[in-house]
C-alpha cells in the first residue's frame, strides 16, 4: 500500500500567489514525523519544513507552512507569494515511528512551474 | 563545513562491473542513509544505519551492500551493476536515529549509468 500520495504530478501558479501542494499518508504508528523537500532542476534535496505527528500547530517557515489535519492524514504544504524560484519538484515524506522501523518513506513528487 | 558529501559525482559502468560509492558527513549525525532516485520518481531507501556499527535494509536493498566505516563514513556497493541499477544515488544523514522528528541533509547525489 502507497504510505505517501502526492496526486498532483505537475501544478501552475502565478507568482506572488499562494499555492498548496497536497500530500497524503498512512500510517499506524502514533509518533511519525512529516517533512517537505525541494528539488530543483539541479538535483540536490533541499529541507524546506517538519511536522511532528503530536505538534498541535501547525509548522511554519518563512513563506512554507505545513497545513496539518491528522485526522485526514494529510500534511499539505502552504507556499505563499510564490517566487520564479520556487519552480522545483517537491517531495513529501513521513518518518515511521517504531512500527514502520524509523524508515524513511518518499512521495513521488509534484512539479511546480511558477509563471510570471 | 561541508555537511555531506559523496563521490563521485558521475560514473559509467559496464555490466557486471563492480564500485563504491563513497559518502561522508561532518555534522556529527548519528544515522547514514543510501537513496535511489529513479527519473520522474521520488526517492527509495536502499540502506541506512541507524548509528556506527549497525546497517539495516531499506526498501530495495537487492543488488547492493553497505559498509558503515566510521560515524562519519557510509559507503555503498556494487558488486556486479545491472542496467537497473541506472540511478541518481543521494547519500543523507540525520542526528538521532528513532526518533520521528530528525531531519535528514542530502548529499549532492552520484549519477550513475549502468550499459
Known amino acids: 500500500a502507497q504510505k505517501i500520495t502526492q496526486t498532483q504530478p505537475g501544478m501552475f501558479v502565478q507568482e506572488k500567489e499562494a499555492v498548496t501542494l497536497d500530500c497524503t499518508y498512512d500510517?499506524?504508528?502514533?509518533?511519525?514525523?512529516l517533512f517537505w523537500y525541494k528539488q530543483p532542476s539541479s538535483g540536490e534535496m533541499i529541507f524546506l519544513i517538519y511536522?511532528?505527528?503530536?505538534?498541535?500547530q501547525n509548522a511554519t517557515e518563512g513563506r512554507y507552512s505545513l497545513n496539518f489535519q491528522k485526522a485526514r492524514k494529510s500534511a499539505n504544504l502552504v507556499i505563499s507569494a510564490s517566487q520564479l524560484g520556487d519552480s522545483a519538484m517537491y517531495f513529501c515524506?513521513?518518518?515511521?515511528?517504531?512500527?514502520?522501523?524509523?524508515?524513511?518513506?518518499f512521495g513521488a513528487g509534484t512539479r511546480l512551474f511558477v509563471k510570471a | 563545513n561541508a555537511g555531506v558529501t559523496q563521490t563521485p559525482k558521475f560514473q559509467v559502468l559496464k555490466t557486471g562491473q563492480s564500485m563504491t560509492l563513497q559518502c561522508a558527513q561532518d555534522?556529527?549525525?548519528?544515522?547514514m542513509y543510501w537513496y535511489r532516485q529513479d527519473p520522474g520518481m521520488g526517492l527509495r531507501l536502499i540502506y541506512y544505519?541507524?548509528?556506527?556499527?549497525?546497517?539495516d535494509k531499506g526498501e530495495v536493498p537487492n543488488g547492493y551492500n553497505v559498509s558503515r566505516l566510521n560515524k562519519r563514513e557510509f559507503s555503498l556497493r556494487l558488486e556486479s551493476a545491472a542496467p537497473s541499477q541506472t540511478s541518481v544515488y543521494f547519500c543523507?544523514?540525520?542526528?538521532?536515529?528513532?526518533?520521528?522528528?530528525?531531519?535528514?541533509?542530502f548529499g549532492p547525489g552520484t549519477r550513475l549509468t549502468v550499459l
Open positions: 555534522m556529527n549525525h548519528n544515522s
Open positions: 544505519s541507524a548509528s556506527e556499527g549497525t546497517t
Open positions: 500510517t499506524s504508528d502514533q509518533s511519525y514525523g
Open positions: 511536522q511532528g505527528s503530536y505538534d498541535e
Open positions: 543523507a544523514s540525520s542526528e538521532f536515529p528513532g526518533d520521528g522528528g530528525d531531519t535528514q541533509y
Open positions: 515524506a513521513m518518518r515511521e515511528g517504531p512500527g514502520g522501523g524509523f524508515k524513511t518513506i
